[in-house]
C-alpha cells in the first residue's frame, strides 16, 4: 500500500505561481509513474501531466509551458510547479502513483494510488 500526500496549495492571484509538493510511504517510489490530476467543481478530473520512473515528463496542452512536473527520489517526493496561474486553473490537485510502470497514463482509472488533494484557488 503506498499513501501519498499533497502540499502546497492556496489562494494565489493570477499570475501567480505555487509549487505543490507529493511524499509517497513505502520503499518503491522511484519505481513508479506518478501523475497529477486536477478537479473543479462541477467537473470531471482532468489529467495534469505525468512524470514517468524514468523522469520523462506530459503535460496537458491546458497547462504546457506554465506547469513543469519533476521529482525527487531520495525524497520520495513528486512536485508540480505553477506559474502564470489562470482563475481556470481553479481546482483541488491530486497526486497519483502508477505502479505499471510500461506505459505512462493520462487516464486516473489507470492510476492505483491517490492523494487526499490539496485546494489551489486563482483569483483574477
Known amino acids: 500500500q503506498v499513501q501519498l500526500v499533497e502540499s502546497g496549495g492556496g489562494l494565489v492571484q493570477a499570475g501567480d505561481s505555487l509549487r505543490l509538493s507529493c511524499v509517497a510511504s513505502g520503499r518503491f517510489f522511484r519505481s513508479y509513474n506518478m501523475g497529477w490530476f486536477r478537479q473543479a467543481p462541477g467537473k470531471e478530473r482532468d489529467f495534469v501531466g505525468a512524470?514517468?520512473?524514468?523522469?520523462?515528463?506530459y503535460y496537458a496542452d491546458s497547462v504546457k509551458g506554465r506547469f513543469t512536473i519533476s521529482r525527487d527520489n531520495a525524497k520520495n517526493t513528486v512536485f508540480l510547479q505553477m506559474n502564470s496561474l489562470r482563475p481556470e486553473d481553479t481546482a483541488v490537485y491530486y497526486c497519483?502513483?502508477?505502479?505499471?510502470?510500461?506505459?505512462?497514463?493520462?487516464?486516473?482509472?489507470?492510476?492505483?494510488?491517490w492523494g487526499q488533494g490539496t485546494q489551489v484557488t486563482v483569483s483574477s
Open positions: 512524470i514517468s520512473w524514468t523522469g520523462t515528463t
Open positions: 497519483a502513483a502508477d505502479q505499471n510502470t510500461g506505459v505512462v497514463h493520462s487516464r486516473g482509472n489507470d492510476y492505483e494510488y
